[in-house]
T-cell receptor, first 114, second 114 residues
Framework: DAGVIQSPRHEVTEMGQEVTLRCKPISGHNSLFWYRQTMMRGLELLIYFNNNVPIDDSGMPEDRFSAKMPNASFSTLKIQPSEPRDSAVYFCASSLGHTNTEAFFGQGTRLTVV | QKEVEQNSGPLSVPEGAIASLNCTYSDRGSQSFFWYRQYSGKSPELIMS????GDKEDGRFTAQLNKASQYVSLLIRDSQPSDSATYLC??????????????FGKGTHLIIQP
């Protein structure tokens, strides 16, 4: 299995621009998670989906952040408009969900907003 | 608010010795406990999971759980320089009936001295 796949690996954008991060979970996994990692705050859960349905988005910092999961093999995290404080590494993770909560992470997207 | 606490380190251990990493958590409803290893610039990698009180061994790694004390630990025997990384403790309320997002500690930076 190829594992969780994220794209792009690196993204540099100007403040005010829209940014879209993409994730393909491990095939057969029912749950998908978006995390953000910074030096100050560590790894924070932003939102997660079970069977493509958003369950808890309380970690989404502002309305500028949105996430979708149109099908079992694809999810996006969008930031519009982006701000310099959004600079971080964004990780997507997936797990089997119903039977096993062990989560496996993608390689992450390093976002820099200038 | 769910909290997971870890000593940030760095924890320096001589090669071949036992490294002991500790974690406490605040949510008594936590059911699943995980240790992730994260090398600099890489994504978190799951190395151990534990769900019941007591010890769980996997190769050179032993996870220990004490729910009454809300305490989780990871022991690494025969430490190798390749074990040098940041170790993240994570907890989850669900035991397998459905995925819930993980709450992470900020990690302990472990250095194995050759």
């Amino acid at each position: 299995d190829a594992g969780v796949i994220q794209s792009p690996r690196h993204e540099v954008t100007e403040m005010g621009q829209e940014v879209t991060l993409r994730c393909k979970p491990i095939s057969g996994h029912n749950s998908l998670f978006w995390y953000r990692q910074t030096m100050m705050r560590g790894l924070e859960l932003l939102i997660y989906f079970n069977n493509n349905v958003p369950i808890d988005d309380s970690g989404m910092p502002e309305d500028r952040f949105s996430a979708k999961m149109p099908n079992a093999s694809f999810s996006t995290l969008k930031i519009q408009p982006s701000e310099p404080r959004d600079s971080a590494v964004y990780f997507c993770a997936s797990s089997l969900g119903h039977t096993n909560t062990e989560a496996f992470f993608g390689q992450g997207t390093r976002l820099t907003v200038v | 608010q769910k909290e997971v606490e870890q000593n940030s380190g760095p924890l320096s251990v001589p090669e071949g010795a036992i490294a002991s990493l500790n974690c406490t958590y605040s949510d008594r409803g936590s059911q699943s406990f995980f240790w992730y290893r994260q090398y600099s610039g890489k994504s978190p990698e799951l190395i151990m999971s534990i769900y019941s009180n007591g010890d769980k061994e996997d190769g050179r790694f032993t996870a220990q759980l004490n729910k009454a004390s809300q305490y989780v630990s990871l022991l690494i025997r025969d430490s190798q320089p390749s074990d040098s990384a940041t170790y993240l403790c994570a907890v989850n309320r669900r035991s397998g009936g459905g995925a819930d997002g993980l709450t992470f500690g900020k990690g302990t930076h472990l250095i194995i001295q050759p």
